[in-house]
């Protein structure tokens, strides 16, 4: 394993909002990190190096309630928002629980991020600006 949890936490500390991503990839891919998968229910993400080696992130904060029913339009406004630096962290996970995101998924080679619901589609990809 190249990196430690330990490392990647210290990186997402100097996220504040969504305006500070962009540097938080760059700062975990540097550390070696490939991908990762984030759960809405309670936070926890899971980080693969480019051999297939995990490292977990137990859970973050208390347990939401992922909506059965997605609303992709709303979900895609929230994000928007979320991106422009207009909500913290906490508060777009609660805007995915409530809108029907279940996670998503971050490609680091790909530059990508794929958003899933309750049934494991993917329901939006996005370019992540590098």
């Not at 939006?124 to 600006?129: A, S, T, Y």
Request: proline share 2%.
């Amino acid at each position: 394993m190249k990196f430690t949890i330990e490392q990647v936490k210290a990186e997402h500390q100097k996220v504040k909002s969504g305006a500070d991503f962009p540097k938080y990839i760059q700062a975990i891919k540097n550390l070696g990190v490939s991908r990762y998968t984030v759960y809405v229910t309670d936070g926890s993400t899971q980080y693969f190096d480019t051999d297939n080696e995990t490292v977990q992130a137990g859970k973050k904060y208390n347990d939401l309630t992922v909506s059965e029913h997605l609303n992709l339009d709303q979900f895609k406004t929230r994000l928007k928002l979320h991106q422009q630096g207009g909500t913290d962290y906490p508060t777009f996970c609660s805007d995915c629980a409530e809108n029907g995101v279940k996670g998503w998924k971050m490609d680091l080679h790909a530059m990508t991020c794929t958003y899933f619901d309750t049934e494991d589609n993917e329901i939006l990809i996005e370019q992540v600006p590098g």
